[in-house]
T-cell receptor, first 115, second 111 residues
Framework: NAGVTQTPKFRVLKTGQSMTLLCAQD?????MYWYRQDPGMGLRLIHY???????AKGEVPDGYNVSRLKKQNFLLGLESAAPSQTSVYFC??????????????FGSGTRLTVV | GDSVTQMEGPVTLSEEAFLTINCTYT??????LFWYVQYPGEGLQLLLK?????DKGSNKGFEATYRKETTSFHLEKGSVQVSDSAVYFC??????????FGTGTRLQVFP
């Protein structure tokens, strides 16, 4: 089925370790996003991309880096994990301007625990 | 900046009851408005949307009307089912093509 695929689905890291979360979409969408979801705080935007080779900071970018070398992939990296980065991470994509009512398509999430 | 405010949950209802989840927004422009639903252990799914004032979005028995005069987009359903139990998020599109989400409202429906 077409959509957004996130890997891995679960991960436990030790403080200071690094990892990369992968997001892949097969809908030829231009825009991609990384959010984190924490209890009582809704979804907060980490980084986003409006096309291949572009990235931009969102609301909570500190401690994360991203890359979009190919249009279909958007990688989220944690260089030195901290317990405060324990969260559920969601990737999303959209075809273009939200004013057209396109909305996002979300992946199923990655549950990350940093101990 | 733009923001979305949702009623706090959980909202607890018996099956076949009427549902309202309140959502109000603050925006400088003319945003599109969305409701997303998140079932346990899953990602968010688009439930319905409205792109301009007085538009009504509808899907799976849920409805919401874009009210510019009250800056609201309340979600309603006439008769809820146990399978509607989920977290519901209201969102708006800002003028930089990003969605801004509310904090979510958990709905629990009991038989």
């Amino acid at each position: 089925n077409a959509g957004v695929t996130q890997t891995p689905k679960f991960r436990v890291l030790k403080t200071g370790q690094s990892m990369t979360l992968l997001c892949a979409q097969d809908m030829n969408h231009e825009y991609m996003y990384w959010y984190r979801q924490d209890p009582g705080m809704g979804l907060r935007l980490i980084h986003y991309s409006v096309g291949e080779g572009t990235t931009a900071k969102g609301e909570v970018p500190d401690g994360y880096n991203v890359s979009r070398l190919k249009k279909q992939n958007f990688l989220l990296g944690l260089e030195s994990a901290a317990p405060s980065q324990t969260s559920v991470y969601f990737c999303a994509s959209s075809p273009g301007h939200l004013s057209g009512g396109y909305g996002y398509t979300f992946g199923s999430g990655t549950r990350l625990t940093v101990v | 900046g733009d923001s979305v405010t949702q009623m706090e949950g959980p909202v607890t209802l018996s099956e076949e009851a009427f549902l309202t989840i309140n959502c109000t927004y603050t925006a400088t422009g003319y945003p599109s408005l969305f409701w997303y639903v998140q079932y346990p252990g899953e990602g968010l799914q688009l439930l319905l949307k409205a792109t301009k004032a007085d538009d009504k979005g509808s899907n799976k028995g849920f409805e919401a009307t874009y009210r510019k005069e009250t800056t609201s987009f309340h979600l309603e359903k006439g008769s809820v089912q146990v399978s509607d139990s989920a977290v519901y998020f209201c969102a708006l599109s800002d003028d930089t093509d990003k969605l801004i989400f509310g904090t979510g409202t958990r709905l629990q429906v009991f038989p």
